[in-house]
Nanobody, 127 residues
Framework: QAQVVESGGGLVQAGGSLRLSCIGSGLSFDDYAMGWFRQAPGKRREGVSCISSSGRSTKYADSVKGRFTISRDNAKNTLYLQMDSLKPEDTAMYYC????????????????????WGQGTQVTVSS
């Protein structure tokens, strides 16, 4: 059974950093593009970033460009999201998900493009 599991969330002060991880199992991890999403209470799920299966291509939401970095280690079946210069508005539940294609769609921020989702890890940024 294909699954992905996120970890690394926590409470951090504004301006701080966190690194999220997402480990995949039961799937050919290096065949799929991967994405990070987030959802704050009362808000829709927002696409944060996407990385191609090889790791050579990445996309970011404008709200996180220059602050977040997505990467992957296919040998470890692991996806990462390095989050720097965190802001209170980054507070949300963060999810990773697999895209059945090897590349990031032009609509990488559309949750409907992804098929396997984790349970999420909470990130809280205090002001």
């Amino acid at each position: 059974q294909a699954q992905v599991v996120e970890s690394g969330g926590g409470l951090v002060q504004a301006g701080g950093s966190l690194r999220l991880s997402c480990i995949g199992s039961g799937l050919s991890f290096d065949d799929y593009a991967m994405g990070w999403f987030r959802q704050a209470p009362g808000k829709r799920r927002e696409g944060v970033s996407c990385i191609s299966s090889s790791g050579r291509s990445t996309k970011y939401a404008d709200s996180v460009k220059g602050r977040f970095t997505i990467s992957r280690d296919n040998a470890k079946n692991t996806l990462y999201l390095q989050m720097d210069s965190l802001k209170p508005e980054d507070t949300a539940m963060y999810y990773c998900a697999t895209d059945p294609r090897p590349y990031c769609s032009a609509y990488f921020d559309d949750p409907g493009k992804y098929n396997v989702w984790g349970q999420g890890t909470q990130v809280t940024v205090s002001s």
